[in-house]
């Protein structure tokens, strides 16, 4: 199964700001639905934000709203996750994903003082 490329994530204090990226090829960059997830150890994914081909359809997990924001790159297959205003809670591994595909490595965000 066709992975999603990751990266971006790094270490930043409390308030601080984030540009994840998620690179996908053009075939489903421009098909499928992306999503951003991420993971703390012993932990279910949570489902942070996902965005349709479109761009029109948004949606952001309750804890992250206004906080995040999801955008696509139509000229480099990228999706981004803007991460604005961190707080410690949002250390975890994050993870783009499309529909038929396999989780990747993930890019870790830690946040602290």
């Known amino acids: 199964q066709v992975q999603l490329v990751e990266s971006g994530g790094g270490s930043v204090q409390p308030g601080g700001s984030l540009r994840l990226s998620c690179a996908a090829s053009?075939?489903?960059?421009?098909?499928?639905?992306i999503m951003w997830y991420r993971q703390v150890p012993d932990k279910e994914r949570e489902l942070v934000a996902s965005i349709s081909t479109s761009g029109s359809v948004i949606n952001y997990a309750d804890s992250v709203k206004g906080r995040f924001t999801i955008s696509r790159d139509s000229a480099k297959n990228t999706v981004y996750l803007q991460m604005n205003s961190l707080k410690p809670e949002d250390t975890a591994v994050y993870y783009c994903i499309w529909p038929g595909g396999s989780w990747g490595q993930g890019t870790q965000v830690t946040v602290s003082f």
């Open positions: 053009r075939f489903i960059f421009s098909n499928y639905v």
